[in-house]
């Protein structure tokens, strides 16, 4: 397999049908789905030359850790779908990869378990967890405890859900739950008995009690809106993670590579902003790169790549994309992410134009 497109076409075949149009579907017409690799079609790179050098340097500073490269692995539900080890071979390949491991909340693999997967390859190994704020602050208590117990170094809070979004995919299929044998475990022996991910209106006051429970930096993934990235940092959000959840909430939203540039602006620098949502190649990392991002996370060619082929399956993309990115730098005239500027986007066709 060269291409994470490959992978794709592998995983498609070996995933059980429902389960494939679980991890590829979107929500409604699935139109937020398809522009998110679309927009990235619609612009390309205007390279530099004559600065090249044989040292180039493409890790990033985050929050709580340092990444070998700008790519991180997003948070995806479900991975015992895909694959029998699941998130234990994500965690495993993210680790061999030098990058953080976004763990979800809707794992079917307890982020302890995890954390000893990713720490038995790389005892430095950084892992974040994602976190759906909870109507009773006892299950978000016991969820940031265990994740600060597994040495997860940030809080990764997604905010564009009060409700569920509609996947037609999985109504027509009567895909509603995990089967028999499978568990978000995350969510076992919480307060109250809950066992699923309660999705409610939140409010930035539930933001704030977060911040003033916890030490870890809380970053705000699902932002898509300028405004709400300026609440965020004037309450103390110490990163933000433009998303559109992979077109999986609201269909009628702009894709995130679009959403970005005002987002940079708003942020100024402040705390740092990483985008998801369409990013297939490493030029579309060097893309984000030069609109503000500092990094990028990717969902769904981490789930092609578990099914393809397990743990290796995930290490072929993570190495595809850093090769890629490397590729891309070179030959855009940078030694390191800094490099990449909003100078170097240009929108294609035959007259240009800036972004």
Request: some cysteine; proline content about 5%.
């Amino acid at each position: 397999m060269t291409t994470i497109a490959e992978l794709h076409d592998r995983a498609r075949q070996r995933l059980v049908p429902e389960y494939y149009d679980y991890f590829a579907g979107g929500a409604a017409d699935e139109t937020a789905l398809a522009d998110n690799e679309r927009a990235f079609r619609r612009l390309a790179l205007m390279p530099r030359v004559l600065r090249g050098r044989a040292d180039r340097d493409i890790s990033v500073e985050l929050p709580g850790a340092r990444a070998s490269m700008p790519v991180v692995v997003a948070p995806t539900a479900f991975h015992r779908l895909a694959h029998p080890d699941g998130e234990l071979a994500t965690a495993r390949a993210a680790a061999a990869a030098g990058t953080v491991l976004i763990a979800s909340m809707a794992a079917t693999v307890g982020v302890g378990e995890m954390a000893a997967a990713a720490r038995a390859v790389d005892p430095g190994a950084a892992l974040w967890f994602q976190l759906y704020l909870q109507s009773d602050t006892r299950v978000t208590e016991t969820l940031v405890r265990r994740a600060t117990d597994a040495g997860c170094s940030a809080l990764v809070v997604t905010v564009d859900s009060p409700v569920f979004g509609r996947h037609e995919r999985d109504r027509r299929n009567g895909f509603a739950d995990l089967p028999a044998g499978f568990a978000a475990e995350n969510m076992r022996d919480l307060p109250g008995g809950r066992r699923n991910i309660e999705m409610t209106p939140m409010s930035w006051e539930h933001l704030d009690r977060l911040r003033a429970s916890t030490s870890l930096p809380v970053l705000l993934k699902g932002i898509l809106h300028p405004e709400d990235a300026h609440l965020a940092i004037e309450r103390g959000a110490d990163g933000i993670v433009v998303s559109n959840h992979g077109g999986r909430q609201l269909d009628a939203v702009p894709a995130s590579i679009d959403a970005l540039p005002r987002i940079a602006e708003v942020a100024g620098g402040r705390v740092p902003v990483l985008l998801d949502g369409g990013v297939r190649r490493g030029s579309d990392v060097a893309i984000a790169l030069a609109l503000g991002a500092v990094a990028v996370g990717v969902g769904r060619p981490v789930i092609w790549g578990l099914a393809a082929d397990g743990e290796l399956g995930v290490r072929q993309v993570l190495e595809l994309l850093r090769e890629e990115f490397d590729h891309t730098l070179a030959l855009c005239g940078g030694q390191g992410p800094a490099d990449l500027t909003r100078d170097l986007v240009t929108v294609r066709g035959p007259e240009g134009g800036k972004w």
